[in-house]
């Protein structure tokens, strides 16, 4: 911060205190008091235990008449005496473990309590220190703006702990004792609260000394420009000199705050004030605390708002010659006392800063730096904050209407205005809108504005700041240097500042980016990566581990002191008005915070910033995937099949999504109706050498997938490498569903001993589905590789087993997920052909005309008992199974060319016959069930099925093989 005066000192930043006067320790850990476990039961005499042994020895002697089993009992109250013994000795040793413990816990609980003492201690001294530690100090940090934020140290004595107790017994000494130690402070500073009314009676040497310690606490903390001291003469019982060296303090403001005697002082009195009185009588009843300062041991205090009294307190007693010292002293610190006041505007405007600049008031931009003028400092001088210098990262607090958004604006215009693009670039994030941010998207600076009206881009492009923090690193280690500022790496990195608006809203919507932003907090000096994180209220939001790098704190009004504290150090900034827009407290490296009004820039002011050709630069983060990608377009690797491009935000890569069958095995392409399934096979059959489609029919379904079963187990039989085959099914979980609950398990079987034995045949299976529902569920297991598509239901992506964050119902159609990164499919090439097959090991469909002998099983015999069917040969006899005769004549000689018709019952009954001729002669069955072809061939494999609405009709050749067959009348028909 660039400035003509300043306040600020050389010496260390006193910490920052989390709260106010009240309550001084943000410790959330509750300490629970130790106490003695409770006794265990008392042991019972063991009755049963005791006679049961001589019951059994009653009935050992009963049965084999034996005197001998009554020895057994004598063990019965041997028995009852050792266990009334064992139990004894285990409790007594319980309570000894429960002792050495209970004292390790004692011991722990008060380590842990002086702990939190020394630190609750250390923030009361450090938010008011004491006249002794003022009067010793070589410089003066001024830490409060007002007389309402000013905290005085009344004396030392015992206090109450803010720490946070659980456990522990009433009944318990122990217990009582350790609570009562841990909710008392010892030698802790006794605070006033503000404002500061402070009466002190007793003897007047020793009253006006204690006064005197009090209002050298007053000066040193309070700004010369915000208060007055009104120092009376010296009182009827006091000393001509007490009081006049409060005249030589160097305050000028307009607050009035009378000191000195009360008889002397000015009436009404100040709305704050540190007087004597003579006597308690006189003391005003406005007075917020009483202080008797009776004898050099003894200072009581006798009215206290918050503490019960009257209580003693070890006091401390400042002469008038260390008064006056000390008077002189901070005269010289501040520099102040023949300074003429400036009053800040109420409002100034960005070109009002530059003109100022102009006049050589200010100081320009450094090349080496990045910063940028803000506003008017307390004396007129242009305040600039420079986040290389006194960064590399800021946090902005304000509530709501105090000028947050307006101060980022100034921030980041004055900063386009004094460095190129190739020097500096800003990322721009708003979750409120962006509306705010909108005049600045034209600065040739800014690479982007994210926000909160699209959570994907959102996501996406937060998510690409890992991959910039690598980049950068790659950039630094390929120049050999180890700090951007390094002039060897000349202008091929520019810095790239980050300004967050809301960050709350943004961490509420993805609490995994705070993990981010705390590592570019850590990382990002050396890279060249600036933050600055807005929002209305930093406690809780901003965490420790990256609030510990942000040494550039910014705080307009917010609501609350504790806020306040926790950004600057001060109150001050709970105490602007709301009037006061603009105005903000500036805080470098943990020093005193100063006052500054933020310049305001219009829109207007940024036209001219505008560039006429936008420059090229390099963004964080790619620009979203097309809904549409043409696979000609995409890159093609040497090896496996390209399904499109993934989006890998983390690492600023668009690589095609490479999938190799061979490597990966099965694929499972889930996703709802017209989500892009059917295209992403066609984009994988265009580049793969063999296909096989399986049909959506019942029949060809079938058919396929038994084939493609019997081709994988010739393979293995095989033992050498075959050419790879890709086996497609489009909406497997419904050719499944059209199956019958028998056909429909064997055919899961068989798609299962595809997915398990194909891949090292070189057959793989590739389906798709709308829904992971039974029976499908038997075969998900079996895909190790599965690409989420849009599902139009998340409960359904879900149950897909789809990553819950990732579903999507809006994503257009060839949009998914794989492998942990969105996907979007390339759509084939038009015209290109596809190289389908389908193997033929076995044929289970034919036509044709019926054999001349043959076994006819029918549920309508008439029919082929018409001499005039239309596949009757001319030459061919037909017998009526139901004629008995005919039936075993033809079985004994066989000669003629014969169609024997029945229907299943009455084959049935001539089941002996039936099983002697099928071994000789085909079975052809028309219309019959599968209970009807089991129950006469005594067989439990199934048979070819049929689409619905055909009617079955299978040829059962001598050799068992069963074919579906259609005569070739019935295929004319």
Not at 183 to 201: K, W, Y
Not at 770 to 780: G, N, W
Not at 930 to 944: E, F, N, Q, Y
């Amino acid at each position: 911060m660039h400035r003509r005066h300043s306040f600020l000192s050389d010496e260390p930043p006193p910490p920052r205190s989390p709260s106010g006067v009240d309550t001084v320790s943000d410790l959330d850990e509750v300490l629970v008091v130790p106490r003695r476990s409770d006794p265990p039961p008392k042991t019972p005499f063991p009755i049963i235990g005791s006679l049961a042994p001589l019951g059994a020895a009653v009935v050992v002697w009963f049965v084999l008449h034996s005197p001998l089993a009554l020895v057994f009992a004598l063990l019965s109250p041997v028995m009852a005496v050792a266990s009334l013994l064992d139990g004894r000795l285990t409790a007594r040793r319980a309570r000894r473990r429960d002792d050495v413990d209970l004292e390790r816990r004692k011991r722990a609980f008060v380590d842990r309590v002086a702990t939190f003492h020394a630190h609750e201690i250390a923030l009361l001294r450090r938010l008011a220190p004491s006249a002794r530690s003022v009067l010793g100090r070589t410089s003066n940090p001024f830490t409060a703006t007002s007389a309402g934020d000013v905290a005085i140290c009344l004396g030392t004595g015992r206090g109450r702990s803010g720490l946070r107790l659980e456990g522990g017994s009433d009944d318990d000494d122990d217990s009582r004792r350790l609570r009562s130690v841990a909710r008392r402070l010892v030698d802790a500073p006794v605070l006033a609260p503000s404002p500061v009314r402070i009466a002190v009676v007793g003897a007047p040497t020793l009253a006006n000394a204690i006064a005197r310690g009090y209002v050298v606490q007053f000066a040193a903390a309070v700004s010369p420009r915000a208060v007055r001291f009104l120092a009376g003469s010296a009182g009827r019982n006091s000393s001509p000199g007490s009081w006049t060296w409060a005249h030589s303090l160097p305050h000028f403001g307009d607050d009035d705050v009378s000191v000195g005697s009360l008889d002397a002082a000015r009436r009404p009195l100040c709305a704050t004030f540190i007087v004597v009185a003579d006597s308690i009588d006189i003391v005003p009843a406005e007075a917020d605390v009483v202080v008797a300062a009776d004898s050099v041991a003894k200072v009581t205090v006798l009215r206290h708002p918050r503490f019960s009294t009257p209580f003693e307190i070890e006091g401390e007693f400042v002469s008038v010659l260390e008064a006056e010292e000390f008077g002189r002293r901070l005269g010289q610190l501040t520099g102040e006392t023949d300074e003429t006041h400036f009053e800040l505007p109420s409002r100034v405007s960005a070109a009002e800063v530059e003109a100022l600049i102009g006049t050589g008031v200010g100081e320009g931009p450094s090349p080496e730096g990045l910063s940028a003028a803000i506003g008017i400092g307390e004396h007129g001088d242009v305040v600039s904050l420079d986040l290389v210098e006194q960064g590399p990262h800021a946090v902005v607090a304000g509530t709501t209407g105090s000028g947050k958004s307006e101060l980022l604006v100034t921030w980041v215009a004055a900063l386009a205005r004094a460095y190129e693009s190739t020097a500096f670039t800003v990322l721009l994030v708003d979750f409120k809108g962006g509306a705010a941010f909108d005049p600045l998207t034209g600065l040739e600076q800014c690479v982007g504005l994210i926000t909160d009206l699209d959570p994907g881009g959102a996501e996406r492009a937060l998510s690409s700041l890992r991959a910039e923090v690598r980049w950068r690193e790659r950039a630094l280690r390929e120049a050999s240097v180890r700090d951007i500022s390094d002039p060897r790496l000349g202008a091929r990195m520019p810095r790239l500042l980050i300004v967050v608006d809301e960050f709350a809203a943004m961490l509420s919507e993805f609490p995994q980016l705070h993990d981010v932003f705390a590592d570019i907090a850590a990382r990002g000096r050396s890279l060249g990566m600036h933050l600055v994180l807005c929002t209305q209220r930093p406690a809780g939001v901003v965490k420790d581990s990256l609030l510990a790098n942000c040494e550039l704190r910014l705080s307009l009004r917010v609501n609350n002191a504790a806020d306040s504290t926790a950004i600057i150090g001060s109150p001050a900034a709970s105490m602007l008005a709301p009037e006061q827009r603009g105005r903000c407290l500036v805080s470098v490296g943990g020093r005193p915070p100063v006052v500054v009004q933020v310049a305001h820039t219009d829109a207007a002011d940024l036209v001219g910033q505008r560039p006429t050709t936008p420059p090229s630069l390099r963004a964080p983060w790619l620009p979203a995937l097309a809904s549409e990608i043409l696979l000609d377009d995409v890159p093609r690797p040497p090896s496996g099949i390209v399904l499109g491009l993934l989006d890998l935000p983390e690492e600023q890569r668009q690589p095609p999504a490479c999938y190799d069958p061979a490597e990966q095995g099965p694929l499972l392409i889930l996703g709802s109706s017209r989500s892009g399934k059917s295209t992403l096979l066609s984009t994988i059959a265009q580049q793969s050498s063999t296909v096989v489609f399986v049909g959506p029919g019942i029949e060809e379904a079938w058919d396929t997938v038994q084939e493609v079963v019997e081709l994988c187990r010739e393979r293995q039989r095989g033992g050498v490498s075959h050419p790879p085959i890709l086996v497609f099914v489009d909406d497997l979980d419904s050719v499944v569903r059209r199956f019958e609950a028998e056909y429909q398990s064997a055919l899961v079987s068989a798609l299962a001993t595809i997915l398990r034995d194909g891949p090292p045949c070189g057959v793989t299976l590739i389906a798709t589905a709308q829904r992971l529902a039974a029976p499908l569920t038997m075969l998900a297991p079996l895909f190790p590789e599965r690409i989420h598509l849009r599902f139009a239901s998340r409960q359904e992506y879900i149950v897909a087993e789809g990553i819950p964050s990732d579903h999507d119902a809006g994503l257009p159609s060839g949009a998914g997920h794989w492998r942990g990164a969105r996907l979007q499919v390339a759509l084939p090439s038009e015209g290109a052909a596809t190289r389908a097959s389908t193997p033929s090991r076995h044929v289970r469909s034919r036509g044709g005309s019926l054999p001349p002998t043959l076994l006819v099983v029918t549920s309508r015999p008439t029919r082929f008992l018409d001499p005039q069917h239309d596949a009757l040969p001319e030459t061919v006899a037909l017998i009526d199974v139901g004629d008995r005769a005919a039936l075993s004549a033809f079985a004994a000689t066989c000669g003629v060319p014969t169609w024997l018709v029945g229907t299943p019952d009455a084959w049935m009954a001539a089941w002996s016959t039936f099983s002697s001729l099928r071994s000789r002669f085909p079975v052809y069955l028309d219309g019959c069930s599968l209970g009807d072809l089991r129950s006469l061939t005594r067989r439990r494999d199934l048979p070819p099925p049929f689409d619905h609405g055909r009617p079955p009709r299978w040829l059962l050749a001598p050799d068992d093989t069963i074919v579906r067959f259609e005569p070739a009348e019935v295929s004319h028909r």
